[in-house]
Nanobody
Framework: VQLQASGGGLVQAGGSLRLSCAAS????????MAWFRQAPGKERTFVAA????????NYADSVKGRFSILRDNAKKEGYLYLDSLEPEDTAVYYC????????????????WGQGTLVTVSS
């Protein structure tokens, strides 16, 4: 599975963005998908994950109630909706995929997109 993330940009605090993750390959619909982010000078951390059928979803505590993860298997795309953005959300956001159940552990994801930068100004 090849992944390409897009949709990042500069937004003011309180604003919204939609990140997209386009997948190629035949097995996307069988893969769990997740988003991670890496803030400047910090390690990459978990943001959200969704099972292959969308039935199971997990969020990091820091984004619960503000971010939403979705997927469209027919389009081979995943999405991360970012609302009520805060300067602390500034980071490069990565989408990732894996076979089997979704996970919060980034080392379990073999497939990664290139990342898209989200900058939130105060």
């Amino acid at each position: 599975v090849q992944l390409q993330a897009s949709g990042g940009g500069l937004v003011q605090a309180g604003g919204s963005l939609r990140l997209s993750c386009a997948a190629s390959g035949r097995t996307f619909s069988n893969n769990a998908m997740a988003w991670f982010r890496q803030a400047p000078g910090k390690e990459r951390t978990f943001v959200a994950a969704i099972s292959w059928n969308g039935e199971y979803i997990n969020y990091a505590d820091s984004v619960k109630g503000r971010f939403s993860i979705l997927r469209d298997n027919a389009k081979k795309e995943g999405y991360l909706y970012l609302d009520s953005l805060e300067p602390e959300d500034t980071a490069v956001y990565y989408c990732a995929a894996k076979q089997g159940v979704s996970s919060l552990v980034q080392s379990e994801y073999p497939y990664w997109g290139q990342g898209t930068l989200v900058t939130v100004s105060s």
